[in-house]
T-cell receptor, first 114, second 114 residues
Framework: AQSVTQLGSHVSVSEGALVLLRCNYS??????LFWYVQYPNQGLQLLLK??????LVKGINGFEAEFKKSETSFHLTKPSAHMSDAAEYFCAVSDPQAGTALIFGKGTTLSVSS | DTAVSQTPKYLVTQMGNDKSIKCEQN?????MYWYKQDSKKFLKIMFSYNNKELIINETVPNRFSPKSPDKAHLNLHINSLELGDSAVYFCASSPGQGNYNEQFFGPGTRLTVL
């Protein structure tokens, strides 16, 4: 079965600093990978997704992620953090052997200080 | 216009009661899901329906019964509520069964069992 590991349950950065949230996957087939963001007391919103078209994927709000097959990674980055980026971030993989359900990582809480 | 809506947003009830959570999507999607987010924010798939047909039924107690009266609705009924059922329940929808499809999430229903 496919799985996702998010390294670091909590990441703290200063406003304007680089944001790096780590995600590693395990998959026996080419994966479909997603990053979602959850703001407090809200549902999940898609930031970006990898569907094998391009290894560098650009998403909303200035985020991007690079798919590296050799490292089985799909890390999320943003060059300059903003206070409004403070939220919970989830990496997920879609498992073809489990229908189309998303298998989520445990999430990373991003804190941004001024 | 809300794409995926859930009612109620908050649900507080006693152990042993039966309750329902309703979900509606106005996106014209074929596939709908229920996910459970526990107190540690871990998200796990519970059920998936495609065109009113059950596709995924993860290891969920049979006290949980999904019902899809039509493509736009997927309700969740829970019998004999237990303390461990306290969680946030998210409904989601996607255009079809392709694993590359984005899932759109509702705002969640926070269930508290006393």
């Amino acid at each position: 079965a496919q799985s996702v590991t998010q390294l670091g349950s909590h990441v703290s950065v200063s406003e304007g600093a680089l944001v790096l949230l780590r995600c590693n996957y395990s998959s026996s087939v080419p994966p479909y990978l997603f990053w979602y963001v959850q703001y407090p007391n809200q549902g999940l919103q898609l930031l970006l997704k990898y569907t094998s078209a391009a290894t560098l994927v650009k998403g909303i709000n200035g985020f991007e992620a690079e798919f590296k097959k050799s490292e089985t990674s799909f890390h999320l980055t943003k060059p300059s953090a903003h206070m409004s980026d403070a939220a919970e971030y989830f990496c997920a993989v879609s498992d073809p052997q489990a229908g189309t359900a998303l298998i989520f990582g445990k999430g990373t809480t991003l804190s941004v200080s001024s | 216009d809300t794409a995926v809506s859930q009612t109620p947003k908050y649900l507080v009830t006693q152990m042993g009661n039966d309750k329902s959570i309703k979900c509606e999507q106005n996106l014209g999607h074929d596939t709908m899901y229920w996910y459970k987010q526990d107190s540690k924010k871990f998200l796990k798939i519970m059920f998936s329906y495609n065109n009113k047909e059950l596709i995924i039924n993860e290891t969920v107690p049979n006290r949980f019964s999904p019902k899809s009266p039509d493509k736009a609705h997927l309700n969740l009924h829970i019998n004999s509520l237990e303390l461990g059922d306290s969680a946030v329940y998210f409904c989601a929808s996607s255009p079809g069964q392709g694993n590359y499809n984005e899932q759109f999430f509702g705002p969640g229903t926070r269930l508290t069992v006393l």
